[in-house]
């Protein structure tokens, strides 16, 4: 029998995203350099760091978009190997691009229905046949749909297509996309990109919102969004973890100002 | 149901249309008695040139399918035909079975060969899946002469009429069996497209990455779309066996397939009813040709020809004043008809695009 402390690691309530000593290198430049953080299900996770940092290589080798040189992701105890980025989704992870990525040929919800192709069940064959199976798998999907677009307070826009639509309701509408089929970790590229500081706030709001629901990992520039809603921030620069901890902690670390503002001029000299 | 029962007609008719099954079957028995009454009331010529749009617009309805919803091109539609026809047909000729079992024989061939096809076709894009079908329409040609024994070279396989039941004329039956066929393949195309799979083919087709993020595996719907494409050409080309009660190469050039695309450009990419307005127009537009050339000259060279440039000419002036097809721009109009009573049913209209310019949607986002 194991100890209860051993169980409790084991638990999906721990670090149910792990990333491990991933290193990324295009060609012989090294863009992740042993980067490890853990995300767990139910915070609101951030990873900022100055531009080339390498945030976007994080989301995207999560995303298996790139593949690690050498490390591991380890998704709830099992290491995602070779996973194609569309079989992410049905592990329980759903995306938000850097920018919007709605479908211009689609209506609102029914992009948002997309996102439930998770949780569809409907068969080729019941399609082509149009069985009630299929028809009545269509009405629970774009229910649900028109509840998530409700959540984000954009229902109003179901039936209208993208393209004709403010860009920050469709950034709700990717976001309502991304949370319909109940994912258990949201990862989200630079949410705050193209919002107002208005609907910034907002958009923390609803970060907060989903705490406890599931997961939550941001990649994100924008200061104000993270130091907000974030239970723990990890800090890259030149693809190297710099700092680690909650909002507090990070802002109180030299080392993050450092990467930020640049060194100061003693230190500079000092190194030169 | 219940709630139906309270809803005024307008209101129950979109009740209806939550059963996509039911209300693409009430459609297809208006149009089947519609249909039946038409083709009892002309001519048996008329009859023929029924099946032949029959046939033309269930090939077309599936390209339209594949180019318009998943936003893939076929250059090789009539090799996808062909495939049928002659599947049909040497089951036909070797055995001795109810209609119905050659032809399904003929559509599972061309579904096997399509899903065959699109496997390649998730790697190319644009003028690169141009090439390769292109290439399978070429190949539909030289292979009947290159296996004579199997499929009797440049002669082909002479194929039998149906037998129809006591009193009925082996045209008008066979108007029957293709416009069967044509309202069956609409019903399950229609099915298909408020599915979520036609949701998922238009996904794939506008946002590669966006779709995968919502976990659809771009490449299954891709070849999914071929199979089925394919598979519904496969039907048209039974129905064409028994039409033209021969199959050789010559049936199935690489102008076929030309038409076919000329079809569904001119009737609207993705639409159904513009699949039908193809097939009009690719059996009426030749015979009125034809009748206006013949006036001027009686060489055939120069027929054929003028034939040719007034198809070409066609399909220009609707490009150019009708991007989306002539389905897209009637109900353009009737949209443009509606806005003033409510704005939110606006859809913008995509016209054709095939994407030419970009081989790959993915390289973009994925740079550090």
């Known amino acids: 029998m194991p100890p209860p402390e051993a169980k409790r690691a084991v638990n999906r309530s721990a670090a149910s995203l792990e990333v491990d000593a991933v290193t990324v290198s295009f060609g012989g430049l090294s863009v992740l350099d042993e980067v490890s953080f853990s995300a767990s299900s139910g915070e609101v ?18 995303c298996g978009f790139v593949r690690p040189s050498s490390g591991r992701i380890v998704w709830r105890g099992r290491e995602l190997r070779h996973q194609r980025p569309y079989q992410l989704a049905h592990l329980g992870i759903a995306r938000t691009l850097q920018g919007v990525g709605l479908i211009a040929g689609l209506s609102a919800v029914e992009n948002v229905m997309v996102g439930a192709e ?4 409907t068969g080729v064959l019941s399609g082509l046949l149009g069985l009630p199976r299929s028809a009545g798998e269509e009405r629970r999907l774009r229910a649900r749909s028109l509840e998530a677009l409700e959540r984000l307070g954009v229902a109003e826009f179901a ?14 509408i990717a976001i309502a996309r991304a949370l319909v089929a109940g994912p258990e970790l949201v990862l989200m590229d630079e949410p705050a990109s193209g919002l107002s500081s208005g609907e ?57 100002t450092e990467a930020y503002l640049g060194a100061s001029v003693e230190s500079e000299s000092a190194g030169a | 149901m219940s709630r139906a029962d309270r809803l005024p007609g307008a209101e129950r008719l979109k009740g209806l249309q939550g059963q996509p099954l039911a209300w693409h079957i009430a459609l297809g028995i208006v149009a089947a008695a519609v249909l039946y009454l038409v083709t009892s009331s002309v ?48 089951m036909m000729e070797h055995f001795r079975l109810p209609l119905i079992v050659p032809i399904l024989v003929g559509i599972a061939v061309a579904t096997v060969l399509g899903a065959v096809v699109g496997l390649p076709a998730t790697r190319l894009r644009g003028p690169y899946l141009a090439g390769v079908t292109l290439a399978l329409a070429l190949a539909a040609q030289d292979l009947p002469t290159k296996f004579s024994s199997l499929f009797n070279g440049d002669t082909g396989i002479i194929v039998n009429q149906a037998t129809p039941p006591g009193g009925v004329n082996p045209e008008r039956w066979l108007a029957w069996i293709s416009l069967f066929g044509a309202i069956v393949t609409m019903i399950v195309l229609a099915n298909f497209m408020k599915s979520r799979y036609g949701r998922a083919l238009k996904a794939v087709r506008d946002d590669d990455i966006a779709a995968q993020a919502s976990g659809l595996n771009p490449n299954r719907m891709r070849v999914l779309a071929f199979a089925l494409a394919a598979g519904t050409a496969g039907l048209s080309g039974g129905l064409f066996a028994l039409w033209s009660g021969i199959v050789n190469p010559n049936s199935f050039s690489l102008f076929l397939s030309i038409q076919l695309l000329a079809g569904m450009v001119i009737g609207g990419a993705g639409s159904l009813v513009g699949a039908w307005w193809g097939a009009l127009a690719l059996v009426y537009v030749p015979q009125w040709t034809n009748s206006v050339t013949s006036h001027f000259s009686s060489v055939s060279a120069i027929t054929a020809n003028v034939q040719g440039a007034i198809f070409g000419l066609l399909i220009i002036v609707v490009m150019m004043a009708a991007p989306t097809g002539i389905q897209g721009w009637l109900s353009g109009g009737y949209r443009r008809l509606r806005r003033g009573r409510s704005r939110t049913e606006l859809e913008p209209v995509l016209p054709l695009d095939l994407d030419l310019s970009s081989t790959s949607t993915a390289p973009e986002r994925t740079r550090p």
Request: proline content about 5%.
């Open chain 1, 159 to 172: 039936e209208q297509h993208p393209r004709a639509l403010p860009y920050p309701v469709q950034k709700k």
């Open chain 2, 43 to 90: 001519s048996l010529y008329d009859n023929t040139i029924i099946s032949e749009i029959a046939w033309y617009a269930i090939a077309i309805a599936g390209l339209s399918v594949l180019t318009g919803v998943s936003g893939q091109i076929s250059l090789g539609h009539g090799a996808f035909m062909a495939v049928g026809a002659y599947g049909a047909g040497l």
């Open chain 1, 45 to 62: 996770l951030g990873v900022i760091g100055p531009n080339g940092a390498g945030k976007t290589t994080v989301f995207n080798v999560v």
């Open chain 1, 118 to 121: 998770p949780i569809a069940r």
């Open chain 1, 200 to 256: 910034i706030a907002e958009l923390g709001r609803l970060l907060t919102s989903l705490r406890g629901e599931m997961g939550v990992l941001i990649v994100e520039h924008n200061m104000d969004l993270v130091m907000a809603t974030c239970d723990r921030i990890v800090v890259l620069d030149f693809g190297k973890v710099i700092a680690a901890g909650t909002p507090a902690e990070v802002q109180a670390n030299p080392a993050v």
